[in-house]
DNA sequence: AATACCATTTCAAACGTTTGAAATAATTGA
DNA sequence: TCAATTATTTCAAACGTTTGAAATGGTATT
């Protein structure tokens, strides 16, 4: 049992050398000697060497840990994207530290506070579905510590960093592919209204009824949010004209598109089979459905995480200058079950 | 744009004391006079001072960090038991990185050599299905970190510290209701050998239907682990003898459980609506079945990650001794539908 | 008025790195 | 052989805290 973990220090003087060259030669400084290089690194090698991170952190005034703040890690999308973030992040030496807000703006304000008490170098941020003032996400800017918005964003400002989904497409797709199946009467179920992805698939959707001259009907379009009941007089509302009834149905989410299809089916809708619904998330758990959606919409989570880390660390690092705000989009893919 | 930390010395320089009095009164030290505490104490809140981690971490040689290795986060048990960790980790002060081994054991060992690196305070660990050999995670206890196994654990090894579900409970209590419903056939489908609660399980299943003069019957056993065609073959062999046909099924994964079910549907088994089965885990997917299973089992997985942080946090702060190895169960409840 | 005794504050070293400047050693050229 | 040049190593300060020991100032005791 080994307690005391070796220290630069403690190299040295088994080396019978200063410290700064063993240091110098770990990091591979051109003015060590070559040789010396070798003896300090096979030493180091050897005896387990690991530099103290809270010593480089104090030194170069870092702490190399990202925060990361997201509605649910329940939800499937936010825990692939995780993925990708971690992957990467590590990579590059550095830790994340993820948080969970449940959606809920004033945990969401405790968060961002906390994290920044953890001086974390940077910020990756899903916001809440009611954050509308965004003082406590702002105040990490004025810091000088770089935030990048993923997935949900405040859609109205410009002047931040974004790494989204490309949900305008995916939904564009998904109901372009509708129209190509023949139907016309193609009913959209959005979701809260705060959320800025909500309209960009509703003009995916719009544009792709326009593309294809299939019109525009204002009543197949209901919105809702996570909850159930709220879902279910969303579904009521688009299904209770019997002369104008849908035929399919794209949804913003699959868990919520679960719950519509429930809720069809509970009710014994006439045109019950012949109803083909899209969601978004491709979830693995549409294979457990009787009745499951016709196709999905997979918005390679991983892909949004990895591209909004790799912002953060270009920012962090300042190869991209913090007021040179970036947008970046990751496409979707129809999944056809 | 304030970019520069407030630190001890800038507080001191400005209250015109020197930094050693500034850290005392801040650290509420007895010898400090009142009244400058109060000076210093206002002055630190109206700058909104925070002190600097990597200084206090390098100082007392910790890093405040808690490293978690788990199969995978898009389990639901896992990430349910995140939540228990993170909260009350957060609230002492630690951070968390949680990283994925995805039920491999290469990648765990490599995850355990980055967490070693980074210096961890302590590990919380879910070991992977093929786990045997544990030298890897036996490196932290050498050092003198404390490792906490929780769920997945080496059941044979008693020389180290557990939080478990009490999985044998749950699955007693499952058979149970099960026998109380009348059953007198009631399959047992397990998971990979190598996790110890497969073990755990059956014996919950056995003891139900030894205490309630139940005959236990071997081919009503069957195992799999978490590829779908394993699931099926095993479902072949439990329900291929026409004598002998189940009438419930106790599953040790509600995922598994639900793929056991869609096949069962699929071959248009005669029997399909008699068949009550109960998995291991609740997942809200379950109210999206068809066929629902009758009852589920609640793993309360924040509860057991609670536990897990708790009793490692202990260790950390030496209030419990490190060679004590502790055994913690957390019971299930039987959730009927 | 000298001493002892508090209360309070400050000093200074330490934690383990990094790094520019200074020092030393080795090599070259004349 | 000596100075000049280059290669290599070491010094010393810094990052921001904490904390035991030492110093300071004041009050009480004799």
Redesign the pocket.
């Known amino acids: 049992m080994q307690n005391?973990?070796?220290?630069?220090?403690?190299?040295?003087e088994k080396l019978?050398?200063?410290?700064?060259?063993?240091?110098?030669?770990?990091?591979n400084?051109?003015?060590?000697?070559?040789?010396?290089?070798k003896r300090v690194q096979e030493m180091a090698r050897d005896l387990h060497?690991?530099?103290?991170k809270?010593?480089?952190n104090?030194?170069?005034?870092k702490s190399r840990i990202i925060g990361i703040i997201l509605p649910n890690l329940l939800d499937y999308f936010f825990t692939r994207s995780i993925y990708g973030v971690e992957q990467f992040a590590m990579k590059n030496g550095y830790n994340v530290i993820i948080s969970q807000s449940h959606d809920e703006l004033e945990k969401e304000i405790q968060l961002a506070d906390m994290l920044l008490k953890s001086r974390v170098d940077g910020l990756i941020v899903a916001i809440s579905k009611n954050t509308q003032d965004f003082s406590h996400l702002d105040q990490f800017e004025n810091m000088g510590i770089p935030v990048v918005y993923y997935t949900r964003n405040p859609s109205f400002n410009l002047s931040c960093h974004k790494v989204l989904g490309n949900t305008f497409q995916g939904c564009y797709q998904a109901t372009k592919f509708l129209i190509d199946r023949g139907h016309k009467k193609i009913a959209y179920l959005g979701g809260p209204k705060m959320i800025n992805f909500t309209h960009d698939r509703f003009n995916g959707y719009i544009n792709a009824l326009k593309d294809n001259n299939v019109p525009f009907q204002a009543e197949l379009v209901a919105y809702t949010d996570f909850d159930k009941e709220n879902t279910v007089s969303a579904i009521q509302n688009l299904f209770n004209n019997s002369e104008n009834m849908p035929t399919a149905l794209v949804a913003f989410k699959e868990p919520i598109l679960f719950d519509a299809i429930k809720y069809l089916k509970s009710i014994n809708h006439p045109k019950f089979n012949e109803i083909e619904c899209i969601g978004f998330g491709n979830t693995p758990f549409i294979s457990y459905l009787d009745s499951p959606p016709i196709a999905s919409i997979e918005e390679n989570p991983e892909s949004v995480g990895e591209n909004a880390i790799k912002l953060l660390l270009q920012l962090i690092n300042r190869e991209i200058e913090i007021q040179d705000y970036q947008k970046i989009m990751v496409d979707c893919q129809l999944v056809v079950h």
Chains 1, 2 share one sequence.
């Open positions: 005391t973990p070796i220290t630069l220090k403690f190299l040295a019978k050398m200063s410290v700064s060259t063993v240091s110098k030669a770990l990091n400084y051109p003015t060590i000697n070559e040789y010396t290089k060497f690991t530099p103290n809270s010593a480089i104090l030194k170069e005034r």
